[in-house]
């Protein structure tokens, strides 16, 4: 197994904390999908993957149709995507990616979270570079092969395939495949996988640190301090970090 399916296991350890925080991020990816290509999910393949994801969460019908709505609306503002980098306390490096309606605002927040915890925000591409922009689509594994799937998506650029599995909401465990590409090759992956008839069961982005680091559990909790401050900021969708993650 490779790097996305240790980072994989690694981040399943820490879902998002509550339900009305996921809905919150997936409704910002509602209405930025909705602002790029229309509400209408036949014609915009961004918003398919968004509707995907809000399902896989268990997120109702109603709540979609309704973001989708507001979304339409002309009087509705757009959110805009801003990464922040930085550094934590005992150089480890962290990425925030943000939607945000007002920049001062999350800027301003951002940064009290990177002081308030000795850490130190830097400049735009002081650590990005340390991760790989990467794509993951989670698809049904049933009566799929593998090998054969590899074969025909090698051409797309997908460099890691592998099992996996998860628990539905009734707590039954769901077997599924996980597919990891570079970021540039989302689109065409989509095209096959629907073209297909590959049931999607939820896609989207991710950054892998490179490298990680390892802490003392003292150090560890230091780092967590700043990442628990971030995550609960509304503004924010992800935060990835070269922390390696303990068990």
Avoid at 36 to 62: F, T
Avoid at 105 to 129: H, I, P, Q, W
Avoid at 200 to 227: H, M, N, Y
């Amino acid at each position: 197994m490779g790097r996305a399916f240790e980072f994989r296991k690694a981040r399943k350890m820490k879902r998002w904390s509550a339900m009305s925080k996921a809905f919150t991020r997936i409704g910002k990816d509602i209405v930025m999908a909705v602002k790029e290509g229309g509400p209408d999910p036949d014609s915009n393949s961004r918003l398919r993957a968004v509707i995907q994801n809000a399902k896989a969460v268990n997120m109702p019908k109603d709540n979609i149709e309704r973001a989708i709505k507001r979304a339409s609306d002309k009087n509705q503002g757009d959110y805009k995507e801003v990464v922040f980098e930085g550094y934590a306390q005992h150089g480890i490096a962290v990425l925030v990616e943000t939607a945000t309606d007002n920049n001062t605002r999350t800027v301003a927040n951002v940064r009290s979270y990177f002081n308030k915890c000795d850490g130190s925000l830097g400049t735009s591409g002081s650590v990005v570079f340390m991760f790989d922009h990467t794509c993951n689509f989670k698809i049904m594994g049933e009566a799929l092969d593998l090998e054969e799937l590899e074969l025909e998506l090698i051409d797309f650029g997908v460099e890691e395939i592998f099992e996996d599995t998860d628990e539905d909401a009734d707590g039954n465990e769901v077997n599924s495949v996980m597919i990891y590409a570079p970021f540039e090759s989302f689109g065409k992956i989509q095209h096959y996988l629907e073209e297909n008839n590959i049931e999607i069961l939820s896609s989207g982005f991710e950054r892998i640190p490179q490298v990680t680091k390892q802490l003392t559990p003292e150090q560890a909790e230091d780092v967590e301090k700043l990442l628990e401050k971030l995550e609960e900021d509304d503004d924010v969708q992800n935060v990835y970090h070269t922390m390696e993650e303990i068990e």
